[in-house]
């Protein structure tokens, strides 16, 4: 099957005008007569359903949470970009496109970018609309804040509670449209299968997650908005209960998965503290925008601080290495995530660590709270050289900024990080790659759509910080509601579907199959063993840096642990009641299949580019090194039986509008 983007002809800044002007619309009273699925209400799926019903269509919500306010997306913190330009600091569609390709390390597609950079600012205007209380400055005008990977202010946010601010946004859009009968809601409704009918997508196989109810449920077009798939490393800083089954299960359907390999490793992260964890703490990129990170310069001090001799604020400033201004001066601290994950990996690898792990390096507010408490001090003709004032006026400042931040560190780690730097390392935190889609945002299976985390599409080889909320909720509320439109346009008089279709039958005894086998396998180990032992594979050998050896070895160890899975996995319990170790089991053995795609998409590209670091492909300096001449594609997956038969099919990227150089951030 031969790939089709669908990209519209013409320049760059037109093509989404000139698309919306001329696709197939819907009549309103024609909407009353198609369904729509949506698999997931996080930022994507929530904004997706409530423009959908608003628009007339019915919709059928599914979220495996008690509560749409539950998804993962409420966690997201540090805000949202748009090209607003407010700062008047230069910014612009352009710059903000240009960002995100060059961020993405060249390996997105130039088209959908522009478009989101385009929408971006329709979105704080629909959010404010809606009442998202964004940080405003005392003037009253809305607050920005810089992200890694740019030279401008363009991150809007609400205190460190972005996403949970957006997402009761969104909430409250979709509540109005279930109070109207336009949505109905399934929470508590894991979806196991896709269904299709006749070549398009026309349903769905969910279990009730409280009853263990099995049930079906049709639609004209379904709309997967499932998040990303990070868990695979088991450790990661997404939900627990975030997971790829809905992709996975598209994919294994038909849907193409599209560079599963790219993942974005965090670089401020609590630091794991021992394998009793089944969870990551991110604390996030905003900090760096006061925050300075530092290991010791010398080797002696950096283990007297390991061994507890010493302490960060024993050492001078001309004792610190501020590695991320000495390598990266004109991007300092905020450099992209990647950029900045390697580095603290090098620095650490070195032996410059600074816990009692040696993974570990510091991120210290001492140097901002001087300089904010000085200001406030001028500002309220206070007297500027009383050390303990300045202290005091400094922190109050750096506590409205990102107070529940400092909160939460100080919570987890019992240590004040107002007055000691925050101990920070890398984990695994978002990814990059997904299901493949068009411009549409459809996949390669009729009907079936994929928005936010769950698809691949506009990050490329690695994010920039803000920018998933704003893809997420592009998708949702400004392109999805366009697209969808034209794909449905045939369908007003194809009527309701029948959920007695012999396609939904089979589907539905497939997901009982494989319910009822784990129910009956009698192993000997728990899910969580075998998810552990995943993620252990996954961190050592397709983690932060990767290499061939490690790679084929992760791909044999991978398929081992799968059969080793199904022979001994134990699942307590029924089928037919609430059971979270069988909605475990169905979600990990996903994992163990795409884990190994993951590491076979790792393999084939000989390149580094992005959050993928091949170690045999690097600069003198240590970054990453593209071959632009033979790995300029979006490498997406047809599956073939097992991940290990899965074939490539390549999407070229041609970049018009940027110039394709090595990165740099000097
Ligand atoms: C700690 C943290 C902080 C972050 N901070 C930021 C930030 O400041 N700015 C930013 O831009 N990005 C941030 N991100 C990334 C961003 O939060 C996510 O990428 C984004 O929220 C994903 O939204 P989503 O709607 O695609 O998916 P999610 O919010 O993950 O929602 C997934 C939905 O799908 C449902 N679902 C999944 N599978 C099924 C199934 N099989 N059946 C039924 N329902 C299913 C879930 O119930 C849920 O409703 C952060 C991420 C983390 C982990």
Not at 226 to 237: D, E, H, R
Request: charged content about 25%; aromatic content about 10%; hydrophobic content about 35%.
């Amino acid at each position: 099957m031969a790939l089709d983007s669908k990209i519209p002809a013409g320049p760059i800044s037109d093509k989404w005008t000139d698309y919306k002007d001329h696709i197939n619309l819907v009549n309103p009273a024609n909407k009353r007569n198609i369904d729509i699925i949506v698999v997931g209400t996080g930022l994507a799926g929530g904004s997706a359903a409530a423009t959908l019903a608003e628009l007339g269509y019915n919709v059928k919500a599914f979220c495996f949470q008690d509560s749409p306010r539950r998804a993962h997306s409420i966690a997201a913190q540090g805000g949202i970009n748009a090209a607003k330009n407010y700062q008047g600091d230069g910014d612009s569609t352009f710059r903000l496109f240009y960002d995100t390709v060059k961020g993405g390390d060249y390996r997105a597609r130039e088209a959908n970018v522009h478009r989101l950079a385009e929408v971006s600012a329709n979105i704080i205007d629909q959010c404010v609309a809606q009442g998202v209380p964004l940080a405003r400055e005392y003037g009253g005008l809305l607050d920005n804040r810089s992200f890694g990977g740019t030279l401008v202010s363009r991150t809007f946010y609400a205190a460190g509670q972005t996403g949970q601010q957006l997402l009761l946004g969104a909430y409250s859009a979709m509540n109005r449209q279930i109070g109207r009968g336009k949505i109905k809601m399934h929470n508590r409704h894991e979806m196991l299968d896709l269904v299709i009918v006749n070549g398009k997508a026309r349903g769905i196989i969910a279990r009730n997650l409280v009853t263990g109810e099995i049930e079906r449920h049709s639609a004209h077009a379904v709309v997967i908005a499932s998040g990303g798939y990070g868990n695979v490393f088991f450790l990661s800083t997404n939900a627990m209960g975030s997971n790829a089954t809905a992709a996975w299960k598209i994919h294994k359907k038909g849907a193409f998965f599209a560079n599963p390999c790219y993942t974005q490793i965090h670089p401020t992260c609590i630091p794991v503290s021992g394998d009793h964890q089944s969870k990551l703490t991110l604390m996030s990129e905003s900090l760096r925008n006061d925050g300075r990170i530092w290991v010791p310069k010398s080797l002696e001090d950096a283990k007297a601080i390991r061994e507890g001799k010493k302490k960060a604020s024993d050492l001078k400033e001309e004792e610190r290495d501020y590695y991320l201004e000495r390598r990266y001066p004109s991007f300092g601290n905020l450099v992209p995530r990647d950029v900045a994950s390697r580095a603290a990996k090098e620095r650490c690898d070195a032996g410059y660590g600074v816990n009692k792990t040696g993974e570990a390096v510091y991120l210290d507010f001492a140097a901002a709270i001087v300089r904010y408490g000085k200001e406030q001090a001028l500002i309220q003709h206070l007297d500027g050289n009383d050390d303990v004032l300045v202290k005091k006026l400094g922190k109050e400042v750096i506590k409205n900024k990102y107070g529940n931040l400092f909160q939460m560190y100080y919570k987890i780690v019992d240590e004040n990080p107002y007055e000691t730097p925050m101990m920070i390392y890398p984990a695994v935190h978002y990814t990059m790659g997904g299901t493949w889609v068009d411009y549409n945002l459809m996949t390669t299976i009729p009907g079936c759509f994929s928005i936010g985390e769950s698809n691949f599409s506009d990050h490329g080889a690695n994010r920039l910080g803000a920018s998933a909320l704003m893809q997420g909720l592009a998708d949702g509320y400004f392109v999805l509601p366009y697209t969808i439109g034209d794909y449905l346009a045939p369908d007003i008089k194809t009527g309701a579907i029948s959920t007695e279709l012999p396609e939904f039958v089979a589907a539905e005894k497939n997901v009982r199959d494989q319910l009822n086998k784990f129910i009956n396998n009698n192993g000997t180990h728990s899910v969580d063993h075998f998810h552990k032992k995943l993620g252990k594979i996954m961190w050592d050998k397709v983690g932060m840096a990767r290499n061939a050896k490690g790679l084929n070895e992760a791909i044999e160890e991978i398929a081992v642990l799968r059969e080793e899975f199904y022979r001994d996995v134990k699942v307590p319990g029924s089928i037919d009641s609430f059971n979270q170790e069988l909605e475990k089991a169905m979600r990990v053995a996903d994992f163990l299949e795409l884990g190994e795609l993951f590491a076979k998409d790792a393999l084939h590209r000989n390149e580094s580019c992005g959050g993928h670091f091949r170690e045999e492909y690097q600069t003198d300096e240590g970054e990453a090194l593209r071959d632009d001449e033979n790995f300029a594609y979006v490498a997406a997956w047809e599956y073939k039986g097992k991940p290990s038969e899965a074939i490539l099919h390549k999407e070229a990227l041609v970049f018009d509008n940027v110039k394709l150089v090595q990165r740099s951030y000097k």
